[in-house]
């Protein structure tokens, strides 16, 4: 496996109940990642900003507050999104978050859609059990205080969506399942498939693909074998009912095309289309101000109207309105 390029790590977001949690960076709550859909990609991207994590972090979860890490080395963090999760209407185990955050500030740009991985780009590629993985999360043991510092583990695709799996709240989901360690913290994380860095059919360089969010793992369950165990100082039967729970070192991977099917769902494509339809009127309104103008030296419509300026403006008319 090469080196990962350093940007993947900034992508990943934290998770907590409450503001408190998030300022000390308390060992609770799972991840995310910030994805970006891009309006313009010179000199820099800029675009519609999303945070995407596991549904159950939100629902069962209760993390309502968002922890991302900044240009300057520290932490920023975004209160109150209850509202603002949109859940896959099909009750695949995902949600994202629709976000303003200055491109200033924070440090992570997104992943772009050229990282999606698609089933004609596992076609082409000719991705499958034994490419390699790599997961980027929040490792609750040792996750960072400052800012978020999330670890990466490896592993393998271990078997394809073939056949949906079933989770805890009882629906069948299509996901990968990938042999690396999930554990509380990791829920959420983006995992990327790393396939031979050289395509021997087509001769060229194959790059790191997002895979997809990591759901969590799998499970199974034991019996307790001992049948009697000690407890302060006695001795006590165990229930012949008890079990334990191993963790299987299976993932379930959701595959990054459920993704993409949630931020072009019927929803948030209204969203954007009319953010656009606002963005575009003020910038035919400021045109016409500069038209009218004696001074031919004033900067361009574009200079004093850009697409992230408006979007930080439609940002502080939410957040007054709330």
Request: net charge negative.
């Amino acid at each position: 496996m090469p080196a990962l390029p350093p940007e993947l790590l900034d992508t990943v977001v934290y998770l907590y109940p409450d503001t408190d949690a998030a300022i000390k960076g308390e060992r609770m709550g799972g991840c995310g990642c910030l994805v970006v859909l891009p309006t313009q990609t010179e000199p820099y991207v800029t675009g519609f900003m999303y945070i995407v994590t596991a549904s159950h972090n939100v629902k069962e979860g209760q993390t309502f507050v968002v922890r991302v890490n900044t240009r300057d080395g520290g932490m920023g963090i975004i209160e109150n999104t209850q509202p603002g999760w949109t859940h896959h209407k099909y009750g695949d185990d995902l949600s994202v978050l629709s976000i303003n955050l200055e491109y200033a500030t924070v440090k992570s740009r997104g992943l772009t859609p050229d990282w999606f991985i698609s089933k004609e780009r596992m076609e082409q590629y000719k991705i499958g059990p034994g490419d390699e993985t790599f997961m980027v999360g929040r490792f609750v043991s040792h996750e960072g205080k400052q800012k978020n510092t999330p670890a990466v583990r490896f592993g393998n695709i271990a078997m394809m969506p073939h056949e949906p799996v079933r989770t805890r709240r009882g629906l069948l989901q299509e996901c990968f399942l990938v042999e690396t360690r999930s554990l509380p913290g990791y829920s959420g994380s983006p995992v990327f498939v790393h396939p031979y860095p050289f395509n021997y059919f087509k001769r060229e360089i194959v790059p790191p693909m997002f895979l997809g969010i990591d759901m969590g793992h799998l499970t199974d369950s034991r019996p307790v074998i001992k049948k009697d165990v000690w407890r302060q100082g006695r001795r006590e039967k165990v229930d012949e009912n008890w079990i334990v729970e191993t963790n299987t070192g299976m993932s379930c991977v959701i595959p990054a095309w459920k993704v993409w099917e949630l931020l072009h769902s019927e929803e948030l494509m209204e969203q954007r289309r009319q953010v656009l339809e606002e963005f575009e009127k003020e910038k035919a309104a400021s045109s016409v101000a500069f038209d009218s103008a004696d001074d031919s030296e004033s900067p361009s419509p574009l200079t004093q109207l850009g697409f992230e300026d408006f979007l930080k403006r439609v940002s502080r008319k939410k957040s007054s309105k709330t």
